[in-house]
Nanobody
Framework: QVQLVESGGGLVQAGGSLRLSCAAS????????MGWYRQAPGKQRELVAS???????NYAGFVKGRFIISRDNAKNTVYLQMNSLKPEDTAVYYC?????????WGQGTQVTVSS
């Protein structure tokens, strides 16, 4: 089992920044890719960014140049630095990873961007 705990969400004005954190615990030895997803009201959950244990990052087109994903393997933590936030970035943000084909999700953290 893998446990994921997100933190760092909140309310911010458009153009502002937030940094999300996701701490992993449990059976994390074989974890490779960790990712951030988001789900806005009435919409499907979508991938925001992911990063491998070696630091290779992948971004959705709508966040390229604004968000940065990073990872501290020693702390088993992945971060999402969100800059130049827009009202359309408002969503619940989830941390995700998988192990042996099983997906694990955090409880989510709310990000609200006011115009």
């Amino acid at each position: 089992q893998v446990q994921l705990v997100e933190s760092g969400g909140g309310l911010v004005q458009a153009g502002g920044s937030l940094r999300l954190s996701c701490a992993a615990s449990g059976s994390i030895f074989t974890i490779n890719v960790m990712g951030w997803y988001r789900q806005a009201p009435g919409k499907q959950r979508e991938l925001v960014a992911s990063i491998t244990s070696g630091g290779i990052a992948n971004y959705a087109g709508f966040v390229k140049g604004r968000f940065i994903i990073s990872r501290d393997n020693a702390k088993n933590t992945v971060y999402l630095q969100m800059n130049s936030l827009k009202p359309e970035d408002t969503a619940v943000y989830y941390c995700e990873t998988s192990k042996f084909g099983v997906d694990f999700w955090g409880q989510g953290t709310q990000v609200t961007v006011s115009s």
